[in-house]
């Protein structure tokens, strides 16, 4: 299937510190990338939408400012959380779709996820 | 109510069982669904599609009704290796664009 990287695969900051995700689809163009949240023993939430040239579209109950989402081109979006806090710490998930058709083109496929921890 | 919801679990169950999960979802503009596995701190992975005829692959065959707004997964002949925890997800498409929505997945164990 499609490959999806995201770097770093762990991180640990400081309260206060902005920390910047990357999430790249290896061998196929995504112009959509999705980014996710997931806590301990809970499901994934759908953060925002990512789309390559423009605005990202955000969840509801999602920071715009706290989460900045940059999709610059065909193959990279990158999650910046500012300020990081504590209660940031998570699983930050990145997927994409491969529109190309290989297999259904609703199937999405996921970056191994960052795992942050703000002390 | 959800959007996805998904049996409660875990499923605890002996190597060679065959076990099944439910799934239904809320929305009936919901146009295409999937059973991802996800392992203990890792990425979910696509196990695969639902179709409306329902699907087969090796040991896990999945069902979706429409009428009903209901998804299953069985898997037959479960080996310690299945367990993980199996999210339904639901593609719904809107006016201008789709939105993918996870159930809060099922976990199971299989013991040997």
């Known amino acids: 299937g499609a490959v999806v990287s995201q770097h770093p695969s762990r991180v640990i900051c400081k309260s206060g510190t902005s920390v910047k995700i990357e999430c790249r689809s290896l061998?196929?163009?995504?112009?959509?990338m999705f980014w996710y949240r997931q806590f301990p023993k809970k499901s994934l939430m759908l953060m925002a939408t990512?789309?390559?040239?423009?605005?990202?579209?955000?969840e509801q109950g999602v920071e715009k400012d706290k989460f900045l989402i940059n999709h610059a081109s065909l193959t990279l979006s990158t999650l910046t959380v500012t300020s990081a806090h504590p209660e940031d710490s998570s699983f930050y998930i990145c997927?994409?779709?491969?529109?190309?058709?290989?297999?259904?083109?609703?199937?999405?496929?996921f970056g191994p996820g960052t795992r942050l921890t703000v002390l | 109510r959800k959007e996805v919801e998904q049996d409660p679990g875990p499923f605890n169950v002996p190597e060679g069982a065959t076990v099944a999960f439910n799934c239904t979802y809320s929305n009936s503009a919901s146009q295409s669904f999937f059973w991802y596995r996800q392992d203990c701190r890792k990425e979910p992975k696509l196990l695969m599609s639902v179709y409306s005829s329902g699907n087969e692959d090796g040991r896990f065959t999945a069902q979706l009704n429409r009428a009903s707004q209901y998804i299953s997964l069985l898997i037959r002949d479960s080996k310690l290796s299945d367990s993980a925890t199996y999210l339904c997800?639901?593609?719904?498409?809107?006016?201008?664009?789709?939105?993918?929505?996870f159930g809060s997945g099922t976990r199971l164990s299989i013991r040997p």
């Open positions: 061998d196929f163009q995504a112009t959509t």
């Open positions: 997800v639901v593609n719904i498409k809107g006016s201008s664009a789709s939105k993918i929505i």
């Open positions: 997927s994409a779709r491969d529109p190309s058709g290989r297999g259904s083109t609703d199937t999405q496929y």
């Open positions: 990512s789309n390559e040239g423009s605005k990202a579209t955000y």
